[in-house]
């Protein structure tokens, strides 16, 4: 996937962009967290050197921002070299040696059984801090739901709106394909050991932008329900008339995942393989990646790095 097809959403954009979207509890990226260091890094790699890097579709422009930076290109350069096939393929990818460093999310567990067997030795490292945000039409009333209302919404026990303080109407619960970095979540977070209801296919896009247009689309009553990453719903792929809900009372936002009252993160991570050699391209790109350098790329492209110890 190119990182083309999504735009990056700088920092004064999304503050105009506040007004006109639904997505209330958006703030502008992490501006308490800013580093003053340069942009140009300290290491700097030819685009020929450059190692194989692969992620998640919502890590997309932490990479171009990476890139930009350690290869002395524009931001635009770097979008247009900038890929990933997805959370699940990348996990396979750098087992197999098809890629040479991640920034993923959590695999999901069959493709944790399928990294296990293919026996690939990795070191990964907590980058930064994402949540799991349930998503429903602006048109809804419900502004809040608990985690147990969710669990049961997707057990099929709560099946309309007015059960959960809404009207009275059928609750569309949308899913991810099991594969889904996001579906991982869903289950890891929310589900942990309870079986969801399985969704038909229609209700179970395989991309995060396509559950997003669906939710978007599916009537003009208001009824259907999904959930995304944070990163990606709020500044990726952003869609008029949706809003993020809160979750135990505690509303989704940059605030809110960076001090942990938000109650559904998870971290997403960069890896190598463990045999890396010291000197190689993806293990000094792995180190400048965790120095103040790294850390200043990672919040000037919006996302929320791992407090500091």
Not at 43 to 51: G, V
């Amino acid at each position: 996937m190119k990182f083309r097809t999504y735009k990056r959403v700088a920092t004064m954009l999304i503050v105009l962009l506040i007004a006109m979207l639904v997505f209330s509890g958006c703030t502008t990226k992490q501006q308490n967290h800013q580093i003053d260091v340069p942009k140009k890094a300290s290491l700097q790699l030819s685009l020929d050197e450059y190692p194989r890097m692969d992620g998640s579709t919502a890590n997309l422009p932490m990479m171009a921002e990476i890139m930009s930076r350690v290869c002395d290109i524009t931001l635009e350069e770097a979008e247009e070299l900038t890929s990933c096939t997805k959370t699940s393929n990348a996990w396979s990818n750098i087992a197999n040696g098809n890629a040479d460093i991640l920034l993923v999310y959590e695999a999901a567990e069959d493709t944790k059984a399928y990294l296990d067997t293919v026996g690939t030795e990795l070191e990964i490292t907590p980058l930064g801090r994402d949540a799991l945000v349930f998503i429903n039409n602006e048109q809804n009333p419900v502004e809040n739901l608990t985690q147990q209302q969710l669990i049961d919404i997707y057990t099929g026990n709560v099946t309309n709106w007015n059960e959960v303080g809404g009207e009275d109407l059928e609750i569309i619960p949308y899913q991810r394909v099991a594969t889904s970095g996001s579906q991982s979540l869903f289950m890891k977070l929310l589900m942990k050991d309870i079986v969801p209801m399985d969704a038909p296919m229609e209700l179970r896009p395989a991309e995060m932008g396509m559950l997003i247009d669906e939710l978007a689309r599916y009537n003009n009553e208001g009824n259907a329900l999904g959930y995304s990453v944070f990163y990606y719903a709020s500044y990726m792929y952003q869609q008029p008339g949706l809003k993020m809900i809160a979750v135990d009372g505690v509303q989704p936002s940059d605030e809110t995942i960076a001090d942990g009252s938000y109650p559904l993160l998870n971290e997403y991570y960069l890896v190598i393989r463990a045999d890396e050699p010291e000197n190689s391209p993806a293990r000094q790109l792995r180190n400048w990646i965790l120095t103040d350098e790294g850390r200043a790329a990672i919040i000037e492209a919006g996302y929320i790095p791992m407090p500091k110890e």
